[in-house]
């Protein structure tokens, strides 16, 4: 069965730079230090909060840190190199080790106090409310007989 597919170029552009981003990384990183590497991520919003799902497979949840500082969140974690085999018996050697780590800017405040963080089946899932002055507000407008709601963002302060 085949699905259409909205194309969107600008996350065509940020694929492609993702990777060249990873080719970069990879090839001027030496080979006495751990490579750094990105983690793949959704981010959705609704009216309430940020929903951050974060694809970290086979990542122990202690070893991962989760910081937020003014409107930046970072995640930061390690995994480990499988020591079991010997270098030379490999066959196919794909799966990644070293160090991580990924920012994203958001684009209003949160309210960092109430932050919620889960790790399930390989997937880091964060809940990041947006701070009061900021979500939409409903505003009834009284007048004749009917009464009417305006919806909008009304920040404090604008």
Not at 27 to 50: C, H, K, M, R
Not at 56 to 68: H, K, Q, R, T, Y
Not at 87 to 114: C, M, W
């Amino acid at each position: 069965m085949n699905y259409l597919t909205r194309w969107d170029p600008f996350r065509e552009m940020m694929t492609i730079r993702n990777m060249m981003d990873r080719l970069v990384d990879e090839t001027f990183s030496t080979t006495n230090a751990s490579p750094t590497w990105g983690l793949p991520i959704d981010v959705a919003e609704n009216e309430n909060e940020f929903v951050v799902k974060v694809s970290a497979p086979g990542v122990n949840p202690d070893d991962l840190e989760i910081s937020f500082s003014g409107d930046t969140l970072t995640i930061k974690g390690e995994v480990k190199e499988d020591k079991d085999v010997d270098e030379e018996r490999y066959h196919i050697r794909e799966r990644r080790f070293g160090s991580f780590a990924r920012s994203l800017t958001l684009p209003t405040k949160v309210n960092s106090d109430q932050i919620e963080a889960a790790y399930e089946n390989g997937v880091l899932t964060l809940r990041l409310p947006k701070a009061e002055e900021v979500r939409p507000r409903r505003i009834a407008i009284q007048g004749g007989n009917e009464k009417k709601v305006i919806e909008g963002n009304f920040q404090k302060g604008k």
